[in-house]
């Protein structure tokens, strides 16, 4: 998962010389957030497509001054971009070398399709979050008590953590659901979010509408 596995390079870079109308137009035609400038060989920032189109007269040089130092090395994990694209409004991460070259990009649509690959989102199953005291919290006894219900679990992450509690995201693929939420709560892990048709629960639905109906007559 080397950001270098990934670097594509259909996406022009621009030069500072080049005019501000014609990048935003380029950036319009590809759909992507951000224009990148080099000079050089050099990586020089970012400019976001909405700045350029609010400012479309003269040169990229015209607004150095506004350009953003974001950008992701060629040896990093894809995982990195994530927060770049989070924190910069970006669709688009331009990919460097450690000696600032610029090298090429990689695009979300690229990231999302890698992960969609990954077992945690391509498998069939449940998913469940947990919360538990954080000095109580171990990846091992979770994965021991959904193996001891005979499931698997094919993804897990830490979705929350405080100084108190930490949530933990779990992909299991199992037929028994239910039995695994009731063991994992022995175990003093709350079940705080469940996504999966919980058929012990739907079935108590059942038996608590019947009674109702019953006391209707």
Do not use: W
Not at 15 to 34: L, M, R
Request: charged fraction near 25%.
């Amino acid at each position: 998962m080397y950001i270098r596995d990934f670097i594509s390079r259909d996406y022009p870079s621009f030069k500072p010389e080049d005019s501000i109308e014609t990048a935003a137009e380029v950036a319009a035609e590809f759909g992507f957030s951000h224009i990148f400038i080099e000079s050089g060989d050099a990586f020089q920032g970012a400019i976001s497509r909405a700045f350029l189109e609010e400012s479309s007269e003269g040169t990229l040089d015209s607004l150095s001054m506004h350009y953003e130092r974001f950008a992701v090395l060629e040896d990093a994990s894809i995982l990195d971009c994530v927060p770049l694209f989070h924190n910069f409004d970006a669709n688009v991460v331009a990919i460097i070398s450690a000696t600032e070259e610029y090298l090429g990009y990689l695009s979300v649509d690229d990231v999302l399709g890698e992960f969609s690959r990954f077992p945690m989102f391509s498998e069939n199953g449940a998913v469940l979050t947990l919360e538990t005291p954080k000095r109580n919290y171990s990846l091992t006894e979770i994965s021991q008590i959904v193996e001891t219900e005979h499931a698997r679990v094919s993804g897990v992450f830490i979705s929350s953590y405080t100084d108190e509690h930490v949530q933990i995201t779990l992909k299991i693929s199992s037929d028994n659901l239910s039995s695994i939420d009731e063991s994992l709560e022995r175990h003093g892990y709350q079940v705080v979010n469940k996504y999966y048709t919980d058929e012990k629960e739907l079935m108590l639905k059942d038996r608590f509408g019947f009674f109702q109906k019953f006391l209707e007559f």
